[in-house]
């Protein structure tokens, strides 16, 4: 959170509170933490773990009928959600960031449709604490696809190093101190959450630029941005202007102000919208002008008043960009004068804009051509201004509106391209009358001949809302584009992304996704194999089915998940995962084997099981439940038996421990068969027993069955 304390220049600042959390979400936030707490001291089949699991479910319930997904950040100590941070002196919400931070997670986001069988798998896995010598769940492969309505997001802490160079220029040879380890930390924790989905990145230190870079390149990710967010918000705090650190922060100051300068407009106004309402987004500018360099100042300023809707004076903005260009021109007591009045400025701009521009238009335009000029003596405009001089958006906002073409029209067009102004070409043909559909193609093939999707994908630097905007008007035919741009492309996130726009074409894509399967590298197959999840064309490509034996395993995993959707292959996809050596492919089948299971796959289930083939516990759950679905004439003696002692039926005294597996067992059983004379023994000891746990599995399943509303898995 960011501090009230940081006012500058006798201006005065906003008196009303901090931003807070709701009622609500703090009391979601604070079950969530016991219930971690809960199932890191507790063990599995704990009566208490299912009371916590219920409490973390009924508060997120209500918050999930509001949105469509709760997306929680992760910083060192505090957690960031719905644009807020959380006061790190919380104890409860400041161990959960830290337990979270250990286990090199960097945001959660939970989907409406979470179950609490999920919910409670996930506390489950997740609540552990992270033990010395093993792997965090953060650097485990295929954190993301875990579960269905729960995703976690890692952080990658690896391919960084800290700018020693850079920190020593900073204090001009005086010895370190606390706060500059604070500012270092910041810096770093801010790189490794920036690039935690940048998996190509090299082991060499970070610069700003490459950390915008990898911001800028990221999916709108609420949960990703709501860790930047944090580590923006407790920047801007730490790099105020104050006597007693500013040298100490002089490092952090650069790096900042660098990273805003080197962020895109949009991915800045994305941010500074994500930051929570008006007070703070204003706090978060007020810190960040007596810190970061002009520049970056000016930066925030025009993104704030973009996310708060255009309220700030366009004539005040000119103003600063003058100011600015001074305090950065001038190194003498003109300069400074010039640095001072800007700050001052910026601080009573954002206490107080709320005016819209009164100026005309076009005496708008020209204080803006002025305010930006250089020096005396710039060039004339060439001779094709001056032959046109009407401008070029207002003859193409013409032809569409009137529906007409021509040589005018084209030139129009080129002019457009070359400025560099194809967002606004695109924003002219949308808001086009529709019925102008001759008008309206004709600029539109003169403008993707003149810069074709392949050159957009191709840049070095992907403008991602234009590259979309093309995609969505192109359609189908955009397709073999990006499959190129895909294949060639190695890097992580642009190829996530040439994905999701490829997915986004719908099922026509689907054959060439699989035409490009069989030449492709294991990570990029296993995208593509996902990708035609996602999309669940009517008709299965068959080169997918290929991919049930693939030497990956992630790759069959992949293939199992994307067989079992479709019922000509469910059988089979179901068949051959259960006898997989890989047990998260086993765990998919099974999965699905607690659905509808067959004889022959209840019976390869069994077979493993009793051979002990299976050792993850929720894997044996699944298996003894999906036995139970088969209900084939075995499966009964064979539930019976992982409910009591080894020995014969009869002369039985007493039951198996108490483990998720035999309460699995117990459930099914009481269940389908609690009138099968064969089961009357073991639920009549399950129900006389003295632990609540095994009498409640016993009776809650057969008062579900009795209601009708029992479902095994």
């Known amino acids: 959170m ?24 703090t009391e979601f936030l604070v079950e969530l933490s016991v219930a971690m707490h809960k199932h890191a001291i507790y063990p599995p089949g704990h009566p208490l773990l299912q009371q916590a699991v219920e409490a973390v479910y009924g508060k997120l319930q209500p918050l999930l009928a509001e949105r469509s997904a709760l997306s929680i950040g992760v910083a060192r100590r505090q957690l960031i959600i719905e644009g807020v941070a959380t006061g790190s002196v919380h104890p409860l919400l400041g161990e959960l960031a830290g337990k979270l931070h250990r286990h090199h997670i960097g945001a959660i986001k939970l989907v409406r449709g979470l179950e609490r069988e999920e919910l409670g798998n996930a506390l489950g896995i997740v609540g552990v604490e992270a033990q010395l010598g093993e792997e965090p769940l953060g650097m485990q492969p295929g954190l ?22 850079d920190e020593e220029e900073g204090r001009g040879g005086r010895p370190a101190t606390a706060q500059d380890g604070r500012a270092a930390q910041l810096w770093v924790s801010l790189a490794r959450a920036a690039i935690a989905a940048d998996r190509t990145t090299e082991d060499s230190p970070l610069d700003p630029e490459q950390v915008a ?10 949960a990703y941005d709501q860790v930047i967010v944090g580590y923006l918000l407790q920047i801007a705090n730490e790099v105020r202007a104050d006597d007693t650190t500013v040298a100490a922060t002089e490092g952090l100051k650069r ?34 002008a007596q810190g970061m360099s002009v520049e970056a100042v000016i930066e925030l300023v025009q993104a704030a008043a973009t996310a708060e809707g ?9 103003m600063l960009t003058k100011l600015a260009t001074h305090a950065t021109g001038d190194a003498n007591a003109r300069g400074r004068a010039a640095d001072g009045a800007f700050r001052e400025n910026v601080e009573r701009l954002v206490n107080s804009w709320s005016l819209n521009d009164p100026n005309p238009e076009g005496y708008s335009a020209a204080l803006e051509q002025m305010s930006r000029s250089g020096a005396a003596g710039a060039p004339p405009p060439d001779a094709d201004d001056a032959r046109f001089p009407c401008e070029p958006s207002r003859t193409i906002a013409m032809a569409l509106e009137m529906g007409i073409t021509g040589d005018n029209v084209a030139r129009a067009v080129a002019e457009m391209l070359r400025s560099q102004s194809y967002v606004e070409l695109l924003d002219l043909l949308d808001s086009a009358p529709q019925h102008h559909t001759e008008a309206i193609e004709f600029i539109w093939s003169r403008a993707a001949a003149s810069v074709p999707l392949d050159t957009l994908l191709a840049a070095p630097r992907l403008e991602h809302q234009l590259i979309r905007r093309v995609v969505e008007r192109t359609g189908v035919p955009a397709a073999p584009a990006l499959i190129r741009a895909l294949a060639s492309s190695p890097d992580g996130i642009r190829r996530d992304r040439m994905i999701a726009l490829l997915t986004s074409l719908g099922p026509d894509v689907a054959p060439l996704i699989a035409e490009q399967l069989a030449g492709s590298p294991s ?22 089915r290929g991919f049930l034996a693939h030497p990956d395993p992630s790759l069959r995993r992949e293939a199992v998940r994307l067989l079992l959707a479709y019922d000509e292959t469910r059988e089979i996809a179901m068949a051959v995962a259960v006898r997989d050596e890989d047990e998260r492919v086993v765990y998919a089948g099974l999965l699905a084997a607690q659905e509808k299971c067959s004889p022959y796959v209840a ?10 083939e299976l050792n993850d516990g929720a894997s044996r759950v699944a298996a003894v439940r999906a036995v139970a679905v088969a209900g084939d004439d075995a499966a009964l003696p064979w539930l019976l038996g992982r409910t009591v002692t080894a020995g014969r039926l009869l002369r039985r005294t007493r039951l198996a421990p108490t483990s998720p597996e035999m309460l699995a067992a117990l459930s099914a059983i009481a269940a389908r068969w609690r009138k099968d004379p064969r089961a009357a023994e073991v639920l009549e000891m399950a129900r006389a027993s003295s632990s609540p746990t095994v009498r409640a599995a016993v009776i809650d399943s057969a008062a579900r069955m009795s209601s009708g509303g029992f479902k095994i898995v």
């Open 2 to 25: 960011i501090d009230a304390d940081s006012s500058s220049g006798g201006v005065p600042e906003p008196t009303a509170r901090a931003p807070q959390l709701s009622r609500e979400l």
């Open 213 to 222: 870079h990898a911001i800028d390149e990221h999916d709108r990710e609420p």
């Open 144 to 165: 993301e696809s875990m579960w269905t309505h729960v995703r976690l997001f890692p952080l990658t802490y690896d391919r960084l190093e800290l700018l020693d160079e």
């Open 255 to 288: 790096r900042i102000s660098r990273l805003v300068g080197a962020l895109q407009p949009d991915t800045l106004r994305r941010l500074l919208e994500m930051g929570g309402d008006n007070l703070q987004r204003r706090r978060f500018v007020l810190d960040a």
């Open 523 to 544: 990570p990029l197959a296993k995208e593509l194999l996902a990708s035609l999840g996602r999309i669940s064309p009517p008709t299965l490509p068959a080169k997918a």
């Open 310 to 318: 255009q309220t700030i004076s366009h004539s005040l903005v000119r």
């Open 603 to 612: 019976a390869t289930i069994r077979q493993r099981m009793d051979r002990a």
